[in-house]
């Protein structure tokens, strides 16, 4: 796997000139200047920034009635055990539990996907930080937010009563990993608060950056379970969520998953049952218990029927929230699969093709840019337009496993430093191939481009903070039209495109004649 800051052959520009390796200060905070600064004063670091104090805990809408928030004391980790250490015996997925305050199990669990993929882990926390050597009660985090790698500065100090962590805790009492990570991200989104319910795929991709691919399971391809495995092998990052579920009786039939839950998918193995071949597919209960009781579970009479020494390799019988199910249970109980990786090479076999990606940060002007979507057919066409030219694969790239050989990706980017007072617009994008006779023809599409013109690609419109679409166009040239639900909707975006070899993309400036 290519090292962190590679990746995905990535064509920046001009706006895009970071990395997790040279990443912007979140704040304008230094994290190496302000830590000479307390190691030079002999003094701890206290963040203004993100105070200890309510204001960074924020406000719940449903605040949990055991919780006394005048009661919370902020304490730093040696003020709560004797002998604080960052990381104990190497990061696990089993480190944590969540806190009892806070619905974050959509960042918990892409947190334990983040544990396996250990070059990642570093990107998101930087070595070199300890309690020991050089500390002064200050730690730094790195995220991917909305196109551009941060460099996010805390203090120690968290939120505790009676001496316990009010939020995420780890198993191990002296160990502070999962607190101070939680912590960065909380300050990043606003507020702790600003946790509560999410989508596993926002923190899967602020950890890696990278693509993200999401497939609902009532229409997954057939080949889903390969696609898997390939990326469990390439040491991707994977997650789901179980479906919603409204009667006692559908309750039920979970057999111990929890509906609407985020989980991390931790394992992807074909077991032989009585010499029958089976998909199984691995999965964490961020809560670290609660477990399926169904076919394949810890306790299934199932493994029984495999050899011993497969027995040995995949089963456990431990209530730490991880658990085995079949592919067949895992697509009819949950409802999607958010698939995030530095670069998609994995899905192709050939180690001699690579994707590249290209990104641009535009932006929706209200009466200028924000023209709606396509049934809006006098104002569609005022939108944003980007030209994209497909050309032939080679050889290696030709005969990959997959057809697809471009994912598009539109994000909305946030500007309000409050996760949950930003608003989403419901976004989408068309795709529509330009004919042999228009190609040489400069500057932006008219109206009359679009009347009567069917997309050859598009998504549905969706109120999510981004958008995309993995699929397959023929050589040649193409219009992508980013939009909001509505006219006059403004916002600003990222739209990226990864796509097999080098494509040529650009953001098309004037109006054709």
């Not at 912007?24 to 190691?39: A, G, V």
Request: net charge negative; charged share 25%; hydrophobic share 35%.
């Amino acid at each position: 796997m290519p090292p962190p800051d590679d990746g995905c052959h990535h064509n920046p520009n001009e706006d895009d000139e970071n990395s997790p390796t040279s990443p912007l200060n979140f704040l304008d905070q230094n994290y190496q200047e302000l830590h000479q600064n307390c190691l030079a004063e002999n003094t701890l670091y206290s963040d203004e920034l993100f105070p200890p104090d309510n204001s960074s805990i924020g406000l719940f809408d449903d605040e949990s009635p055991e919780v006394d928030l005048s009661q919370v004391v902020w304490k730093r980790p040696s003020e709560l055990v004797s002998d604080p250490k960052l990381i104990v015996d190497d990061v696990s997925r089993f480190d944590y539990a969540q806190g009892s305050v806070l619905g974050n199990c959509w960042f918990l669990a892409a947190i334990g996907a983040l544990t396996f993929e250990k070059d990642i882990m570093k990107q998101v926390m930087p070595a070199e930080q300890s309690f020991t050597k050089d500390y002064a009660g200050i730690f730094h985090f790195r995220f991917w937010r909305f196109g551009k790698w941060i460099d996010v500065v805390i203090d120690d100090q968290l939120p505790t009563i009676d001496d316990e962590l009010l939020f995420v805790c780890s198993k191990t009492s002296n160990e502070f990993w999962p607190a101070l990570l939680e912590k960065a991200y909380a300050k990043v989104c606003g507020s702790y608060a600003d946790l509560n319910a999410g989508f596993i795929s926002e923190a899967l991709m602020d950890f890696t950056g990278g693509t993200h691919m999401y497939y609902e399971l009532n229409t997954a391809p057939a080949d889903l379970w390969k696609i898997m495995e390939c990326a469990f092998m390439s040491k991707t990052l994977m997650g789901c969520g179980s479906n919603t579920v409204t009667t006692p009786k559908e309750i039920e039939l979970l057999h111990g998953i929890v509906a609407e839950h985020a989980y991390t998918v931790t394992g992807v193995f074909e077991v032989a049952s009585d010499e029958k071949p089976v998909h199984l597919v691995r999965l964490l209960n961020p809560w670290g218990e609660e477990e399926w009781r169904g076919d394949w579970s810890d306790g299934s009479p199932l493994w029984d029927t495999v050899c011993e020494e497969v027995r040995k390799i995949c089963h456990e019988v431990l209530n730490n929230g991880e658990f085995w199910m079949s592919m067949e249970d895992f697509t009819t109980i949950f409802e999607s699969i958010d698939i995030c990786c530095l670069c998609p090479d994995f899905l192709d076999a050939s180690s001699e093709c690579h994707w590249t990606s290209k990104r641009y940060f535009g932006r929706w002007n209200a009466g200028t840019t924000a023209g709606g979507d396509i049934i809006k057919t006098e104002t569609f066409w005022t939108n944003p337009q980007f030209r994209v030219t497909i050309d032939e694969l080679n050889e290696a790239c030709a005969s990959g496993q997959r057809p697809e050989n471009i994912l598009v990706s539109l994000m909305q980017n946030h500007e309000k430093r409050n996760r949950n007072s930003q608003n989403n617009y419901d976004i989408g994008f068309y795709v529509f191939e330009i004919p042999l006779e228009m190609r040489s023809q400069s500057g932006r599409f008219s109206l009359e481009f679009f009347v009567g013109r069917e997309p050859v690609a598009q998504t549905d419109l969706v109120w999510l903070r981004e958008v995309m679409k993995f699929f397959r166009l023929e050589p040649g040239e193409y219009l992508i039209v980013p939009c909001t639900e509505n006219p006059g909707e403004a916002a600003s975006f990222v739209l990226s495109v990864f796509s097999k070899n080098e494509t040529h993309f650009e953001h098309i400036q004037e109006t054709s004649e």
